[in-house]
T-cell receptor
Framework: AQSVTQLDSHVSVSEGTPVLLRCNYS??????LFWYVQHPNKGLQLLLK??????LVKGINGFEAEFKKSETSFHLTKPSAHMSDAAEYFC????????????FGAGTRLFVKA | DVKVTQSSRYLVKRTGEKVFLECVQD?????MFWYRQDPGLGLRLIYF???????EKGDIPEGYSVSREKKERFSLILESASTNQTSMYLC??????????FGPGTRLTVT
């Protein structure tokens, strides 16, 4: 069975400092992994995805994530936070049972202080 | 750009009412999904559809039904709304590369 755990419900950083949002997954197969962002009162938008190509994945808005099979992790990072990055972030694993189910983490809310 | 639209951004209904939430996508995607989003729980799958008139239950289908009469439209129906169905409802359409495109959401309040 697949599952995904976001290790922090809230992360607070200062503008200009690095961002780290942690995600661990469990999967019996090589997973497809995604990060989505949700700004207030908006739908979710795809940031980046890993689908068994390069382990370091670059996404939009300067975000990137590294797939580490040995650690079953897919942490999201950004070198320098911007005020506009304040949002909720979801780590997602695509289930392989029938190929339809997509499992979302509980979300991490990122706060960016001026 | 893929566009997924939902019929209402905010909705207030009374307990026992029948509620229809509509979702339309414009990219000819076969797969469409309904989720509900609650604080601390992430997104939970209610139902999904992989083709016209085809549907499958997700993780929390109780109290909900769906309809997919046309490829572009996927409707979520609350047969008899209850207060525990107060939530944010998100519709998504999925491309062949498994990327999901989300609508803006409908915040439903049941009083």
């Amino acid at each position: 069975a697949q599952s995904v755990t976001q290790l922090d419900s809230h992360v607070s950083v200062s503008e200009g400092t690095p961002v780290l949002l942690r995600c661990n997954y469990s999967s019996s197969y090589s997973p497809s992994l995604f990060w989505y962002v949700q700004h207030p009162n908006k739908g979710l938008q795809l940031l980046l995805k890993y689908t068994s190509a390069a382990t370091l994945v670059k996404g939009i808005n300067g975000f990137e994530a590294e797939f580490k099979k040995s650690e079953t992790s897919f942490h999201l990072t950004k070198p320098s936070a911007h005020m506009s990055d304040a949002a909720e972030y979801f780590c997602v694993v695509r289930g392989l049972g029938g190929g339809f189910k997509t499992i979302f983490g509980a979300g991490t809310r990122l706060f960016v202080k001026a | 750009d893929v566009k997924v639209t939902q019929s209402s951004r905010y909705l207030v209904k009374r307990t026992g009412e029948k509620v229809f939430l509509e979702c339309v996508q414009d990219m000819d995607h076969e797969n469409m999904f309904w989720y509900r989003q609650d604080p601390g729980l992430g997104l939970r799958l209610i139902y999904f559809s992989y083709d016209v008139k085809m549907k499958e239950k997700g993780d929390i289908p109780e109290g909900y039904s769906v309809s997919r009469e046309k490829k572009e439209r996927f409707s979520l129906i609350l047969e008899s709304a209850s207060t525990n169905q107060t939530s944010m409802y998100l519709c998504a359409s999925r491309a062949p590369n498994y990327e999901q495109y989300f609508g803006p959401g409908t915040r439903l309040t049941v009083t």
